[in-house]
Every structure is written in C-alpha cells, then in structure tokens.
C-alpha cells in the first residue's frame, strides 16, 4: 500500500493515513485512475473511503475477505468497504457507544450495494445462535422486499433506490446483532403515474405479473404482459436485459415469508399493487355536460373488489370533488382533466403510504423486544443528487436532502476540525472550502425559506397556482445568489429557464425545477378510509379528514423528517463513505475524467485532503493522555500532581518527540504524524504488559489480560468462546459492583470455575492495588507507627503475652520528655535490677541514635553502646522484663511499656534480631 502507514484503532478514530501524498487535483485524480484501473476500488482519505463503482463483479466481496478483514487494524489492510464496517463495530464494542456510516454520491455511484456489502459483513462476522439467525435473515431480506417497492429502474441505475433509507442495527453487548429499525424518507409517487422515457415504474409491478402464480394474477385480475398497463410503458422499457423480475418475484416471495408477513398481509399487498395497475388504466370521457364519466366499469370494479371500497363511492370519488360552501360540504363535478388527476392522485396516495406500511410491518418483524441496553450503527443510504431533464418537487426535495448531508459532513470533519485549532491556539492556515450552509438556508429557513413559501402558497385561503408560487419565491428570494428564474436571469442563461421554472445552484451544480404541480392540495381520501383492505385502513385514518386542522405540506414533513435524521446521525460517531460513480455507461474499467473531476469537485474530497495533510493525525485532552501513557515515564508514573499539561510536556520530553512532530494545544495535545502515536502506542503495549505481570489496579487493563488469557488457552469452538465471553462478562461485572473496597475487607467474589485461575490472579492484583492505595493514604507520623509495629511483630508476635492487646496502642516518641536530652531519640522510665542482690533501683532509659542511656535523675549511671549490644532477652509471659547482654554481663531491666521500648531500642540500634523471647528467666 504505497505511502501507508499502519494504524491501531486502540488510540481512537482519529488515526489516518493518506495515499496520496500530492494535495494537486490531477495528482489526486491520477492516483485514482492508476488505482482503478488496477481495480483498487478503494482510497482512504483519512479515514474517509472513496469507493469508486467498479460495474463488474470483483473478487474482494468473498467471506475470505471478511475475515481477513474481522478484527484488524484499520489501515493495516488496503482500504475496503470491510474496513470501515469492522472499525466501527469494534469502536462500538469497545466504547459501548453507537455510530453511523453515511453513504453518499450520486444516482447510480454505488450507496446501496455498499450499504448492503456492509450488511452482509455484519451478517457473516458477528457472534451469532440459532435464535440470532432469524433476526439476521431478517436484517438481509428486508432489503429485497424494500428493493422491489421503493427502487426502478431510471436512465442512472437499473436499480435506483426512489426513498431515501436510514438503518439501525442494534447490537447487544457481546456485539452480536438482535433488531433493527428502518426509518424511510418521502418516496418518489410520481413514479408511480408517470416515467421518463428509458425509465420504469417501481420494480414490483413487473415483478408481480412476471412472476406471480397464475392464481394470484387471476384472482387480482390481471394479465401477464405489462404493456396493457399505461403506468407501466410510459418509459418505453418495461422489460430490462438486465433485470429478471421472474427470479427477482421469487426472492421477494421468500423474503415475505421470512420476515413476518401473513397471507392476509400479502392479500391485502397484492390487491393494492394491482389496483394501482387498475387505476391507471380507468379512462374518462366527457359527458353531455362536460364532465368526466368513467369510461369502462371493468377496472373500476377490480378495485373496488380489491380495496373494499364501495364502487358507487369510488366512482363519485374519481369524478367529483367536494366544496366547502359555509358549513356545508357539496359534491362538485369534475371535467375529464381534473379527474385524470384526481386518478393519478389516488394512485399516487395509495402507493406512498402502502409504502411506509410496509417499512412499519418491517420494522415489526426486526424490532427487539427485550428491554436490555443495545448499541447501534446506522446505515444511511439515501438518494444521491439528482439532475433530470424535467426536475419535479420530487428532485428538488431529493437535492435538499443531499445539500444537507453535506452539511453535516461540512460540520462534523471540515468546519469542527479547523475550529478546533483555532480554538486549542494552534497555528493554522485556513483551508477555504464552499460551505453550503447557504443553500440549505434558501430551502428549509423559517418565513423566508422556499419551503414556507410554498406552505404559504399551498394552505392559504383562495386559488394558488403554480404561477403565484413562483411568484412569491421572486419576491421573497429573488435576490438570493442561488437562486434564479426566467425574469431574474441574466441575457445568457434566460433562455435556458422556463416561465414556470427556478433553478437552484446546488452545491454540486445547478437543477431548473419545474414549478408546476408543486402546490399539490393531495387526494380524496375520505373514500379510502372506510376500506375493508386493512392496509388501506391502516394508511388512511378517518381522523385526518378533519378539515379544520391545517395538514403540513409534504415539503414540511419532509423538512421535519431530515431534521430528525441529523438530530440522531448527529449523537453518533460519524464514518463516512463516498461514492463516485465513473462513468454515464455503467461499463466496467472506464474512467471518465471529466465526470469525476466533477464528482471529486462537489463531494469536497479536495479541501478534505488538504485540512488532512495540513492537520494532524492524533489530539487529545491532556488528561486523557496522561493517563493513557503516563506509565512511560517515571516522573508521571504512578501519579502526576501537577497541572496534565505539565505533566504531558515532562512525559514527551521523557519518550523523546520531536518538536515537529507535536504541538500543544490549550488542552489538548495534537500530534502530526501516525508514526509518532504508534511508536508511543508500542511502548504502552510493552509496558502494559509489565504492569500486568507485576499486577495491575485497572480493571480494563485486567479484562484485556483475561482476554488475551483465554484466547491462549485454545483450541475452543465458537460456540465455546461466546460461552466462555458471556461468563467472562457476567463474572466481571458482577466483581466490579463487589471488588474489595479496602485491605481489610477479604472477601472476594467466588469465580466461574473456568475463570478461577484468572480469578487468583486478580484478586491478587486486587489487594496489591489496595495495599498500594492504603499505603499511599497514610500520614507520616502513622508509617512511622506502622513501621515499628512491623518490628514489634517480627519479635513478638506469637511469643510473648500481651502482643494482641497492644497492636493497636500506638507507640510514644517518648515517654519523657523533660528529661531526653536534646539528642536522644526515645526516654522511658524502667526498674533496674541489680546483678547480685537483685535490687530494684528506678532509672529511665535513655535511647538516643547511637547508645542506651540508664540514668538516675540527670546522671548518667550506665552507658550502653549499641554497638556492644549482644542481644537482649524478653521473657514470653506478661512480665515486662528485659535481660540485656552486654559487654561485661547482662543488664536486666523492667520496664511498663516492653513492646514500645524493645521495638525502640531494635530500630536505633538497627538490630531487629537482639530480642529473642526466651522461657525460664
Ligand atoms: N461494489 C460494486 N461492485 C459491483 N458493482 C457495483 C458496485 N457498486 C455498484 N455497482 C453497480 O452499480 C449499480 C448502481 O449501484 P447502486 O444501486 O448501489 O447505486 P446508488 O448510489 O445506490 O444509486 P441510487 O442513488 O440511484 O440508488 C449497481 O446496480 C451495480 O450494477
């Protein structure tokens, strides 16, 4: 991997390799091709993956490559789609913390194939059962089913996905996934009635009448061939060699039956796709008065059967509207126009909310009922910026969408990145890059924006037409930079709007909206929300025709919906992916320069590069820092108590870094180079690993030992390693709520038996670090007291009466002190007995550094050098009398406080071996 550098997700996200070492656009674009061309389809830029869609089957999709992706380092491998899913999910393990992939570029630059490689990666890698299998068949097979509803074929892509898809998979706390959550944004209806020329409808029409048994298509009342479907032919292209709709229907079929959809479900499913068929082939005719009839009962009888709705009322529904006349509601007729529309609208209605029917059904049959925390990656895949010949609401909406993705990404990598060092007070040259911020402004802000004028325009009282919501929009944003129609353009571009035109200049380039039809009042819904379809019921609730709420326009809730979308992508942990799409021809291997130049242009790959390149590879608060790796340095190790900027500057001073190679922020310190963080990292790993042996006080330190532990212990079958991680875990967690909180308390946490030997070994860990911790709390004057008790054991302890009781008394400095002179250490009162007639005589015993002292009064009737000190007897009963042998005979004297005063005199004398208990004195 030329240029790359090795990586350790252990130091966070934040790592990153550049390929590239030239920042040019053509050195850039060169690298791609040479890369493409060598079907490398993949380039990191950070850690930010370029996918460049390669149109032809490559072997680096194989469950081989999943594993040989599973668990690695993220840039130890070239760059892969694998990669980025396996970082994320061991982030998320590791860090009990949710993330998301977005998925961006154009229609047709390869989001949803990637979406579903990441999907399958997630499938085949993760720690799975028996019980687990189902919701992962689900998770996959939800995809075909969505597929066929919500994707078409278009002139881009024979498989365009028309909504837009964010995908939570929810992972327990061994990693394995256990539920789902769709969430799916405003479907392109107009599909529906009507396809550009080389376009089709949505998959599943044609799926159904080529695949579906001859039963079923009799009993909907239908015929094989779509072409005696007017909502089918209008591209001109019902039957794709690319597509087999037959095998297609069969993937569809299974897939229903996996994921929880009843017969009564698919009746009802299937009576609406073909009722849509239905009504778009209904014509009308004029009658004498000029309004519309319809023309043949035959499909208007079809769906009535199919919907259960009544025929009369769904005629007068297709050929009247209702008027509001004060408070009464009359029927109006309609001419064959407005009922052609009225038709299309239904259609369109139907089908839309069918739609999010079936991703609520989905999201039943994946959601996870158990109440345990789950951790979450997202897959966004959403539809990619959209210029067509005739650019409808659906576009621009599409295209506001993409303008706010790029935002986000603006805000998360872009814009935070350059803040933050301008904010930690780190010189920086800022790299200017086009914030579309600007944009997203013209379309979604409140009053001002295109969205509340055509809100405005659409519930205001009286007659709006599509002209006076252009109208409106040149009034209220005329004079915006991005924003143009056919009265405000200047001489060159006039001719190229039309007077029912406005042209957006997008982030990634500039789309002419058609305005007409923008100020869609919606359908007769009333009709539909007394069927006895029960998907049909579900969609149109009755409560909705309460006419006096104001209804928000589609624009709105769109505008809501992608709200909501940032506001969750937004508490996740980002990674990203874009797309490039090489060339208009779908063909394998060929690089068109020029499209993805553009591509490379709009997507910001360039300033992404730069900020990279300029930037630097690793920052983090000192404290963290510190504490990470102040082991690698004795001055921080075991504890700084200064400042944690100090404390990193002393600690890189120690391991060496280069001036170049960091900088320090206000509270951060940042790092240029991956080299400089792995070497570091290296040098933690080594001393971790000391740390363990000799024993370690952090808990997550001893989860990584146990881990490694078990894994040396092989072979174990999969099974057996989920088994032994589900007891590791419950074991650790529980011990964490019960480790011992101080050295006396012995009790410990009785183990697994597999995980006793570990257990030893923690505990002894354990009680170290608590040793540590108590030692580390005393006072001076108690280590003294400590000290000479440790003494006091060593002599006593077990051999003399008396010992117990006094362990807890503490020690005197002395007990004296009128009398110490100013250089003796300890003094004490004691009888002294003398060697013939045993007489008792009261002296004190002066103990000073280098000789004992007895003295009568302030005279000094016997000096006894430590260094002739032979040793000194005690006698092991109660009595508090002490034979000294010294030089010339023994001295035997008496004493209240014998543990205190021999312990003394052993410590001054630095004999801790002089006493010995001995019986019969
Ligand atoms: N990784 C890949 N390997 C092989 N072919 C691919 C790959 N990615 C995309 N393609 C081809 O490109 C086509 C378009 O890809 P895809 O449907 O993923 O595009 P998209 O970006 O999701 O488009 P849209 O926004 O229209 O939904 C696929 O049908 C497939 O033929």
């Not at 001893?702 to 390693?721: D, M, T």
Request: proline share 3%; charged share 25%.
């Amino acid at each position: 991997m030329e240029g790359a550098l090795i990586a350790r997700d252990r130091v966070g996200v934040q790592d990153f390799v550049l390929l590239d070492s030239h920042t040019s656009e053509a050195a850039f674009l060169n690298n791609l091709r040479k890369r493409y061309q060598e079907n490398l389809i993949y380039t990191y830029i950070g850690t930010l993956l370029v996918s460049v869609n390669p149109y032809k089957e490559l072997d680096i999709y194989t469950v081989t490559q999943m594993q040989l992706y599973r668990g690695v380092n993220f840039f130890e491998l070239p760059p892969h789609l694998y990669a980025i899913a396996d970082n994320a999910y061991r982030v998320m393990c590791s860090e009990y913390n949710n993330h998301f992939i977005l998925i961006s570029g154009e229609s047709g630059a390869g989001k949803t194939e990637a979406s579903k490689k990441i999907l399958q990666y997630y499938a085949v890698t993760c720690p799975t059962t028996e019980q687990l299998q189902v919701v992962r068949d689900r998770l996959l097979l939800s995809n075909p089913v969505l597929e066929a509803f919500g994707n078409a074929k278009t002139l881009r892509n024979d498989n365009s996905s028309r909504f837009g898809k964010y995908m939570d998979i929810q992972f327990d706390f061994k990693g394995a996934p256990v539920g789902g959550h769709i969430l799916s944004y405003l479907i392109e209806k107009s599909r529906v009635v009507h396809q550009n020329h080389g376009e089709r409808n949505f998959h599943i029409f044609y799926q159904l009448l080529e695949g579906g048994e001859k039963d079923l298509l009799c009993w909907l009342g239908l015929e094989r061939n779509p072409q005696k479907y007017a909502y089918l032919i209008q591209g001109r292209c019902a039957k794709v060699f690319s597509i087999n709709d037959k095998n297609d229907w069969k993937i569809v079929r299974k897939a229903f039956s996996i994921i929880d959809f009843t017969e009564k479900d698919l009746e009802h499913l299937f009576g609406i796709v073909a009722s849509v068929l239905h009504l778009g082939n209904i014509q009308f005719e004029e009658d004498s008065n000029g309004h519309a009839i319809i023309r043949n009962g035959t499909q208007i009888k079809w769906i009535s059967k199919l919907l259960g709705v009544h025929l009369s009322i769904l005629q007068e529904a297709l050929t009247h509207r209702k008027i509001e006349a004060r408070s009464e509601e009359v029927l109006s007729p309609l001419n064959v126009d407005l009922a052609f529309y009225a038709r299309d609208a239904v259609a369109k209605a139907i089908y839309g909310r069918t739609f999010t029917w079936l991703v609520n059904k989905i999201n039943g049959s994946l959601a996870n009922k158990d109440s345990t925390r789950k951790t979450v990656i997202g897959l966004l895949d959403i539809y990619g910026f959209e210029v067509l010949d005739t650019n409808s609401f659906e576009q621009f909406c599409i295209n506001y969408c993409n303008e706010k993705l790029q935002q986000l990404l603006i805000e998360m990598t872009l814009k935070a990145e350059q803040e933050e060092y301008e904010m930690e007070g780190i010189e920086w040259e800022p790299i200017p890059y086009f914030n579309n911020k600007i944009i997203c402004d013209l379309v979604e802000q409140k009053h001002k924006g295109i969205i509340s004028i055509l809100d405005e325009e659409c519930l205001r009282p009286g007659e709006a037409t599509d002209l006076s919501f252009l109208e409106k929009l040149e009034e209220k944003v005329g004079d915006h930079a991005h924003f143009v129609t056919r009265k405000l353009a200047d001489q060159k571009t006039r001719k190229s709007i039309d007077w029912v035109d406005f042209r957006l200049l997008h982030y990634a380039g500039e789309v002419t909206y058609c305005a007409v039809g923008e100020c869609d009042r919606g359908a007769a819904l009333e009709v539909l929300c007394n069927s006895k379809n029960g998907i049909i019921r579900d969609c149109f609730l009755l409560s909705e025709l309460d006419s006096r709420r104001r209804p928000e326009t589609v624009a709105t809730q769109f505008k809501n919906s992608l709200m909501s979308l940032i506001e969750i992508l937004m508490s996740k942990e980002p990674s990203y992916i874009r797309c490039i799409k090489p060339n208009e021809n779908k063909e394998p291997g060929m690089f068109d320069d020029c499209l993805i130049r553009h591509q490379v242009k709009y997507l910001g790959l360039m300033e992404h590069l730069r900020v990279r390149r300029a930037g630097f590879a690793y920052r983090r608060k000192y404290e963290h820092f510190l504490q990470r790796y102040k082991s690698l340095c004795p001055a921080t190790w075991p504890h700084w108590h200064g400042p944690a900027a100090e404390g990193v500057e002393r600690l890189i001073k120690h391991i060496g870094y280069k001036p170049e190679e960091y900088k320090l922020g206000r509270t951060k310190i940042f790092i240029r180079f991956p080299k400089t963080l792995f070497a570091t990292e290296d040098a933690f790993e080594i001393r971790k690993h000391m740390l363990v042996q000799c024993g370690s006080p952090d808990l997550d330190i001893s989860c990584r030992f146990i881990k490694g532990f078990i894994n040396r212990k092989k072979p174990l079958c999969p099974e057996n390693i989920e088994f032994v991680r589900l007891v590791q875990y419950k074991y650790l967690m529980k011990l964490r709520d019960h480790i011992p909180r101080n050295v006396l308390d012995k009790s410990w946490l009785q183990p697994p038996s597999i995980l006793e030997e570990i257990s030893e070994m923690l505990q002894k860990m354990c009680t170290r670090n608590l040793v540590r911790k108590y030692c580390r709390g005393l006072t001076p004057e108690r280590k003294v007291q400590l000290q000479q008790k440790a003494v006091t054991s060593a002599i006593f302890r077990g051999k003399k009466e008396g010992y117990q009781q006094s362990i807890n008394l503490p020690f005197a400095d002395t007990r004296l002190s009128e009398y110490m002179s100013p250089y003796s250490q300890y003094a004490t009162p004691v009888v002294k007995y003398d060697r013939n007639g045993f007489k008792a005589r009261e002296r004190l015993l002066v103990l000073t550094q280098s000789s004992a002292y007895v003295v009568e009064m302030a005279k000094i009737k016997q000096k006894i050098d430590y260094a002739t000190l032979k040793g000194n007897s005690a006698n092991p009963s109660g009595a508090a009398s002490v034979a000294w042998s010294v030089q010339g005979g023994d001295v035997i004297l008496q004493c209240e406080h014998i543990f205190e005063t021999v312990t003394k005199l052993c410590m001054l004398a630095n004999k801790q071996n002089l006493v010995k208990v001995v019986k019969g004195r």
